[in-house]
């Protein structure tokens, strides 16, 4: 009975798409801040054919992008979401439930996370262990995990300025801050011995410790406008922030990316695999707007052509790490037969 009503729902939602099909004539997307640049990039390029109106793109976060993409189906609701990090299960469940079908997976490229500060004081050299101790609510302290009791840098390693510790950062809907908690956080965490036990004996409470940034105001949620954190730190050289590299390249006259774990966020150790903190990037798009929305195929085709995101191409010039010559192709094939991702 339930399954029969499902099938009911996404019918009917398909039936009252059609008839407002004319609705809308203009590709609607939203979610990650790390996408934005890439896909205003191509909805630019592709608003100049001619053959279709520039695609509206708005920078919610990754979650946020999320939430209204799996809200439903038709001209009220996006057609595509851009994400920093991998589509969770929850979020296609969340689509199933309100009748959104088959999902249109497109990964394409990588970018790494950089803790950045400002070119007017000195390069910051750390460890995802420093980071760790830095940022998370509680950390182990002889033996016990205890509120965090770090103000400057210098009381986790002598070896670090005796700066006042201040992070500007991702809030929780963005996918740079899910992709920081497991490449930064996550290792920080497993460095030491009491927590990797943790991790073995109740992997749920080890996932509360790694997950729980501190509330003190050392971190400072900056939102999702990743240009807004790039001049706090002008004007406040000795803080760090975090965003993604295409917004270091972009800057790399104001900022500077530190080292982390003996490796610098350069777009050639990005792309060798060399930098410790670096991630795919997708976009997401519904294949019930297909042919409804006009334009969702040709956007998808603009996006995996090799003058987009090809290593001449213009997403280049934005900071985007293209991906090996195979794993391009392997994509392109399943962005031209709008392949469902496999749930």
Not at 237 to 263: C, H, R
């Amino acid at each position: 009975m339930k399954k029969t009503l499902a099938v009911s729902t996404v019918a009917l939602a398909a039936i009252a798409f059609a008839g407002a099909a004319q609705a809308r004539d203009q590709i609607r997307m939203a979610g990650s801040s790390t996408v934005y640049p890439f896909a205003t990039s191509v909805a630019e390029q592709f608003g100049k054919g001619g053959k279709f109106k520039t695609p509206v793109v708005e920078s919610t976060g990754t979650g946020g992008g999320f939430k209204l993409f799996c809200s439903g189906v038709g001209p009220d609701f996006t057609d595509i979401s851009n994400a920093s990090r991998a589509i969770k299960q929850s979020e296609i469940d969340m689509c199933a439930k309100n009748g959104v079908g088959d999902i249109i997976e497109l990964k394409f490229g990588y970018d790494g996370i950089v803790l950045a500060n400002s070119k007017k004081h000195s390069r910051y050299t750390l460890s995802r262990k420093h980071v760790f101790m830095a940022l998370a609510k509680t950390v182990p302290v002889n033996g016990k995990l205890v509120p965090n009791p770090y103000t400057t840098w210098n009381q986790i390693d002598a070896s670090l300025p005796s700066e006042k510790i201040e992070v500007l950062g991702p809030p929780p809907t963005s996918g740079t801050r899910d992709a920081f908690l497991e490449l930064v956080m996550e290792a920080g965490a497993e460095t030491f011995p009491e927590l990797k036990d943790l991790k073995k004996s109740d992997e749920k409470a080890f996932k509360a410790v790694f997950n729980s940034i501190r509330e003190d105001g050392v971190y400072i949620d900056a939102g999702e406008n990743d240009n807004l954190i790039v001049q706090k730190l002008e004007s406040n050289p000795k803080a760090l922030g975090i965003f993604g590299y295409s917004f270091l390249e972009q800057n790399a006259d104001k900022i500077q990316g530190s080292i982390v774990d003996a490796s610098e966020p350069t777009f050639e150790n990005i792309a060798a695999g060399k930098y410790v903190v670096s991630r795919p990037l997708f976009i997401y798009a519904k294949k019930d707007h297909v042919g409804q929305i006009p334009g969702i195929k040709e956007y998808l085709a603009e996006f995996s052509s090799e003058k987009a995101w090809g290593p001449n191409g213009y997403l280049i010039d934005k900071g985007l790490i293209p991906m090996p010559d195979a794993e391009r192709k392997e994509w392109a094939k399943k962005a031209a037969e709008l392949a469902p991702l496999k749930k």
